[in-house]
């Protein structure tokens, strides 16, 4: 039965992140296609804010925040963590996010949805989601680097290695594990997406 529940979550996680709030929202509240008028097709939250304004912008975060929360913290809360089982969990609505099952394989670069898996993972250990904003935070407003994608390609690689042997330290080899695969698909959106983003921003939290 445990097996069944761990499937439940985790395909769940990975249908809940392929739903792209960032293209549905826009499209019903704005009239706006966001990956159509978008300079680099990423139906995401930054660009739903550039396009939509606040208004559209906030639901959109939030949702995709969510989608990576929720199965990852009901796995928390309710499961035994210690197994491979968590690690799936952690990394599902990612790679959901990222494959756009439901938005005709157009996905996003995963960051907001990244943010809700760790967040998720709080009642284990606040390290990741700690050590992710941190970076975010330093490569912004310490040492710029621009442009935006070479930012995030920097801090994800770079959370991977911190909190995966952080994790290690704590004998949380599974969370470690999940950590290395939400960090692994951002960090493939971003150098490997056909259009790669042309605008510098502070944060592109999609």
């Not at 960032?22 to 509240?29: A, M, N, Q, Y």
């Not at 949702?63 to 952690?90: E, Q, Y």
């Not at 009642?123 to 700690?130: C, M, R």
């Not at 970076?135 to 680097?145: A, G, P, Q």
Request: aromatic share 12%; net charge positive; proline share 5%.
């Amino acid at each position: 039965m445990n097996a069944l529940y761990w499937v439940i979550v985790v395909a769940g996680g990975f249908l809940l992140g392929s739903v792209m709030f960032c293209e549905l929202i826009p499209k019903r509240f704005a009239g706006k296609d966001i990956y159509e008028i978008s300079a680099d097709n990423n139906p995401g939250a930054f660009n739903a804010f550039k396009h939509c304004g606040a208004r559209v912008g906030i639901p959109c975060l939030l949702l995709d925040v969510a989608k990576g929360f929720i199965p990852v913290f009901t796995a928390s809360m309710l499961l035994d963590c210690n197994g491979i089982a968590f690690s799936l969990a952690m990394a599902a609505p990612v790679l959901g996010h990222a494959v756009g099952l439901f938005n005709k394989l157009h996905g996003g670069k995963c960051i907001a949805v990244s943010f809700g898996v760790l967040l998720g993972i709080i009642p284990i250990s606040w390290v990741p989601i700690t050590v992710l904003a941190g970076l975010y935070i330093f490569f912004s407003c310490i040492i710029k680097i621009n442009p935006a994608s070479k930012r995030s390609v920097i801090v994800y690689i770079l959370f991977a290695i911190i909190s995966c042997t952080a994790l290690g330290f704590m004998k949380m080899l599974y969370a470690a594990i999940g950590c290395g695969l939400v960090a692994a698909q951002p960090v493939v959106k971003f150098l490997f997406y056909k259009n790669a983003p042309v605008e510098d921003a502070v944060s592109e939290k999609e």
